[in-house]
């Protein structure tokens, strides 16, 4: 009886910190399990492209023409003869990539946006956030056409373009994080330090915002995809010779009716890896709500 007690004595001492937690409670999760694992293998698969893709991306065979999947081609070719589960894992690369560093520019401009509109508050707030309402207003498709148009069509460009018209929200959640935590007894501590409302806002207020971070990141990046895909589809992202998820739908939508594999095998490439990341995006809002969990 006294060694149980010493025993959860011990463990109670010990405790379990938030994320060790959080941790427990998303594995506890299978939809986002199964969606972290699925994402993940799609990122290797990216990544490795090049050196397993069954054909290469160049190859043609116009002999061959438009073919139903086969023994040979899994996915079956397109219109050119090129092997379509070839096409899909090199547009994934590029989905993706634009997928994740778009985000990251959009989390990068957010995120120092509200902390400082949080953290000082006053006029600047004020000012700070007017201007996001005011860029809200703006239809943002038409800025990233204006933008396509005055600059050239380029990934660069359509990471920077995209990723400059989904950091709104994220400031909007960053400035209400930073206002709650700025009056908690550490950030005044760390005033009384003296230290510089940069230092506290990059080692202190931020670190402890990174939940809804991370949580609104995940939901961020499919977003990104499916407007990506819409840009592409209209001719407007990215272009020949590369390729993309969002192009390789565009194609396949112009002749569904002779070639409906163009069509389906991109789409649902990209519909899975959207609920894959839609699902692992909910387990992470999940299991860092700390004050939703019955564990």
Do not use: C
Not at 109 to 135: E, H, N, P, Q, T
Not at 136 to 147: E, H, K, N, R
Not at 262 to 282: H, K, R, V, Y
């Amino acid at each position: 009886m006294t060694t149980d007690v010493s025993i959860a004595l011990t463990d109670a001492e010990q405790g379990s910190s938030l994320w060790h937690d959080a941790w427990i409670r998303l594995s506890k999760n299978k939809m986002a399990v199964g969606g972290g694992a699925i994402l993940l293998t799609f990122i290797v698969v990216a990544l490795l492209t090049p050196w397993i893709a069954p054909y290469s991306y160049e190859a043609q065979n116009l002999d061959l023409g438009a073919s139903p999947p086969s023994a040979a081609h899994w996915l079956g070719t397109d219109i050119f003869g090129r092997d379509v589960l070839t096409q899909i894992m090199y547009g994934g690369r590029v989905s993706l990539a634009v997928g994740f560093i778009a985000t990251g520019v959009a989390l990068i401009i957010g995120v120092s946006w509200g902390a400082v509109a949080g953290y000082v508050g006053g006029r600047v707030d004020a000012v700070m956030m007017r201007l996001v309402d005011i860029l809200y207003a703006l239809p943002f498709m038409i800025f990233i056409v204006l933008l396509m148009v005055v600059f050239g069509r380029n990934v660069l460009l359509l990471f920077l373009a995209i990723g400059a018209v989904e950091w709104l929200t994220m400031a909007r959640i960053m400035r209400s994080q930073v206002q709650s935590l700025r009056q908690q007894e550490f950030v005044e501590a760390a005033v009384s330090l003296g230290l510089s409302p940069v230092t506290i806002i990059r080692r202190h207020v931020v670190p402890n915002a990174l939940g809804p971070i991370i949580v609104y990141t995940t939901l961020t990046i499919p977003s990104v995809m499916l407007l990506e895909a819409f840009l592409s589809f209209l001719g407007l992202g990215i272009q020949p010779p590369q390729t993309s998820w969002g192009l390789l739908i565009s194609y396949g939508a112009e002749t569904m009716e002779e070639y409906p594999w163009l069509l389906i095998f991109p789409g649902l490439a990209l519909t899975i890896t959207l609920f894959s990341l839609n699902f692992l995006g909910d387990g992470l809002r999940d299991a860092l709500d700390v004050r939703g969990s019955k564990d």
